[in-house]
């Protein structure tokens, strides 16, 4: 079991040119508890390797790799759907960065800037990167959406087609012109 305070590293430690490697590499028993957390079937392999390093005179980078092996239930059968992932994650933590409040902000063009933490916490980067990178809408092969039409007997059964709003104008035209 990953002593998780341990993978919390202090910014104020990186001065200089000191760098910070690290490697998490969750065991058995808490994968089963990020899959059960993300939503997954199975996460059978998941190793988050990098550094933190300063960068400039206060602020704070890290780059690393994400590397995950599980299942995903597809979204149309719920059959498990197999995914592997080998993704870098960067994050760029600013000294006097604040984050922006109000009830609608922009979202800025370079989303890997975050204000500086008194600690990074390894784990929550890990886990947050892993959810950003899964495959949104797995689809186990051949598996399709298909559609239903429910109406009751006699009347005409209200399609996807149908509730275009064009639909109606194109079957006038059509029958204006034969």
């Known amino acids: 079991m990953t002593d998780r305070s341990a993978i919390r590293i202090r910014t104020a430690e990186l001065t200089g040119n000191r760098r910070r490697p690290f490697e998490l590499e969750p065991?058995?028993?808490e994968r089963a508890e990020l899959a059960a957390e993300l939503g997954l079937l199975a996460l059978t392999a998941?190793?988050?390797?990098?550094?933190?390093r300063p960068?400039?005179?206060?602020d704070v980078a890290l780059e690393a790799r994400l590397e995950a092996q599980g299942d995903q239930a597809c979204v149309v059968t719920l059959a498990p759907v197999p995914?592997?992932?080998?993704?870098?994650?960067a994050r760029v933590y600013v000294a006097g960065m604040t984050d922006p409040e109000g009830d609608e902000v922009e979202m800025p063009e370079d989303d890997t800037r975050e204000?500086?933490?008194e600690s990074v916490d390894l784990w929550a980067v890990m886990v947050e990167s892993l959810a950003l990178a899964l495959p949104d809408y797995p689809r186990a092969p051949g598996a399709e959406l298909r559609q239903a039409v429910f109406t009751e007997k006699g009347a005409e059964p209200l399609t996807d087609e149908a509730m275009r709003p064009f639909a109606g104008l194109a079957a006038l035209k059509g029958k204006l012109e034969g």
Do not use: C, I, K, N
């Open 27 to 29: 065991d058995a028993e």
């Open 46 to 52: 998941l190793r988050f390797q990098g550094e933190l």
């Open 55 to 58: 960068r400039g005179r206060a």
């Open 83 to 89: 995914f592997a992932l080998d993704v870098p994650v």
């Open 115 to 117: 204000p500086l933490p």
